[in-house]
């Protein structure tokens, strides 16, 4: 089949709108074959990498279903209760996708925390992947919102009070924290605008940030390479091709993954309380298991010294994340040669642990024999 000539296509395209279906075909196959010649680390997604590949199964996972559930759902109070409230008894397996949405949160977060922690111990931080690491405690950060901006949308008690709760938290931040919370709630009530700006931020500004935020990740990965494994002697490296051997790895994973968080869904169906009174101020929220030791910090620190709780300590534990790469002065990246920073992340995780135990039993109790 011959080509037309350039000044033809020129003329189709320009006319039509669109590009001849050869060159479109000619496009798909110079992708596919950029795509077959890509080459990654022998142990991608391998048993001791696998924390790195269910983050990004869970990431797909909570995108396809909060797209599922916007199709139910309505950002109005009263209707958004409502619209969650059909998606959990009406709609075809809303129950069960609503459920994943749910776990998959949690899950996404315990495993960054951990795949976070594993990156520290093996020292993968270090020279030259500061900017790995740096984009990896800026997603970690950026991942609470999620759960922050998303808690109000089925506008339940929950979630209505814990709203108020952390824009109480946020309005104490000096110079900022009131711009921030009259940005965020649209006046000086919790209503119709504060849902649709909430609702904005979940499913389309959140969203677009975190794939940048990967993309640069996993750059920054392709460029400088995977971390040691722990505890592991160096070894060469040998290298597969990125399609079909590892995509059909993370294929095994996510379904793997989606039949496991079902079959929870299915057996312990997601919480939804009563429809929001907001003028029932007696009702008191419990704090999420990831922000209790914050929560705790809250408490501790009261009056004049509640910013310390509020925005010093929090402030001071996240630059010191993003920061780690560059104060770390230790002679090399094993365990014994950087006794001083393990010591001193171990001391501040114990305090972390504490608090947050301080906090459950404060809020929850001991549990019940």
Same mark, same amino acid.
């Given at each position: 089949?011959?080509?037309?000539?350039?000044?033809?296509?020129?003329?189709?395209?320009?006319?039509?709108?669109?590009?001849?279906?050869?060159?479109?075909?000619?496009?798909?196959?110079?992708?596919?074959?950029?795509?077959?010649?890509?080459?990654?680390?022998?142990? #991608?997604?391998?048993?001791?990498?696998?924390?790195?590949?269910?983050?990004?199964?869970?990431? =797909?996972?909570?995108?396809?279903?909060?797209?599922?559930?916007?199709?139910?759902?309505?950002?109005?109070?009263?209707?958004?209760?409502?619209?969650?409230?059909?998606?959990?008894?009406?709609?075809?397996?809303?129950?069960?996708?609503?459920?994943?949405?749910?776990?998959?949160?949690?899950?996404?977060?315990?495993?960054?925390?951990?795949?976070?922690?594993?990156?520290?111990?093996?020292?993968?931080?270090?020279?030259?992947?500061?900017?790995?690491?740096?984009?990896?405690?800026?997603?970690? =950060?950026?991942?609470?919102?999620?759960?922050?901006?998303?808690?109000?949308?089925?506008?339940?008690?929950?979630?209505?009070?814990?709203?108020?709760?952390?824009?109480?938290?946020?309005?104490?931040?000096?110079?900022?924290?009131?711009? #921030? =919370?009259?940005?965020?709630?649209?006046?000086?009530?919790?209503?119709?605008?504060?849902?649709?700006?909430?609702?904005?931020?979940?499913?389309?500004?959140?969203?677009?940030?975190?794939?940048?935020?990967?993309?640069?990740?996993?750059?920054?990965?392709?460029?400088?390479? *995977?971390?040691?494994?722990?505890?592991?002697?160096?070894?060469?490296?040998?290298?597969?091709?990125?399609?079909?051997? =590892?995509?059909?790895?993370?294929?095994?994973?996510?379904?793997?993954?989606?039949?496991?968080?079902?079959?929870?869904?299915?057996?312990?169906?997601?919480?939804?309380?009563?429809?929001?009174?907001?003028?029932?101020?007696?009702?008191?929220?419990?704090?999420?298991?990831?922000?209790?030791?914050?929560?705790?910090?809250?408490?501790?620190?009261?009056?004049?010294?509640?910013?310390?709780?509020? #925005?010093?300590?929090?402030?001071?534990?996240?630059?010191?994340?993003?920061?780690?790469?560059?104060?770390?002065?230790?002679?090399?990246?094993?365990?014994?040669?950087?006794?001083?920073?393990?010591?001193?992340?171990?001391?501040?995780?114990?305090?972390?642990?504490?608090?947050?135990?301080?906090?459950? *039993?404060?809020?929850?109790?001991?549990?019940?024999?």
């Amino acid at each position: 089949m011959m080509k037309p000539p350039v000044s033809e296509i020129t003329a189709r395209t320009e006319s039509q709108g669109f590009y001849p279906n050869w060159m479109k075909t000619l496009a798909l196959e110079k992708t596919a074959a950029w795509i077959k010649k890509i080459e990654v680390a022998g142990d #991608t997604c391998a048993w001791h990498r696998i924390v790195g590949c269910a983050l990004l199964v869970l990431v =797909v996972l909570l995108f396809l279903s909060g797209a599922f559930l916007a199709f139910y759902y309505s950002p109005v109070p009263g209707a958004a209760y409502d619209s969650v409230d059909f998606t959990l008894f009406n709609a075809p397996f809303g129950s069960i996708i609503k459920g994943v949405h749910h776990y998959a949160w949690n899950i996404l977060l315990i495993l960054a925390i951990f795949h976070l922690a594993r990156t520290f111990i093996a020292g993968a931080y270090r020279k030259p992947r500061q900017l790995t690491w740096v984009s990896g405690v800026i997603i970690l =950060v950026v991942l609470p919102l999620f759960i922050i901006t998303g808690d109000l949308l089925p506008w339940d008690q929950k979630g209505y009070w814990s709203t108020q709760v952390r824009l109480s938290i946020i309005a104490s931040v000096p110079f900022i924290g009131d711009m #921030t =919370v009259d940005l965020l709630r649209g006046g000086p009530l919790t209503g119709i605008v504060a849902l649709t700006r909430f609702y904005v931020l979940h499913i389309l500004f959140l969203p677009g940030l975190l794939i940048v935020l990967l993309a640069a990740h996993f750059h920054f990965i392709a460029q400088h390479g *995977l971390a040691e494994r722990v505890l592991a002697r160096p070894a060469a490296v040998n290298r597969i091709p990125f399609w079909p051997r =590892v995509i059909k790895r993370w294929l095994i994973l996510f379904i793997f993954s989606v039949a496991l968080i079902a079959l929870v869904s299915w057996y312990w169906p997601p919480p939804l309380g009563d429809p929001a009174d907001p003028t029932d101020s007696t009702y008191i929220p419990k704090p999420e298991w990831w922000v209790l030791f914050l929560n705790q910090l809250v408490a501790i620190f009261r009056g004049k010294w509640a910013i310390v709780g509020t #925005t010093v300590i929090p402030g001071f534990l996240a630059a010191l994340l993003v920061t780690l790469p560059y104060l770390d002065r230790s002679s090399g990246s094993r365990l014994s040669q950087r006794k001083g920073v393990i010591i001193f992340a171990g001391v501040l995780a114990t305090v972390i642990i504490v608090l947050s135990m301080m906090g459950y *039993l404060e809020h929850f109790g001991l549990p019940h024999a």
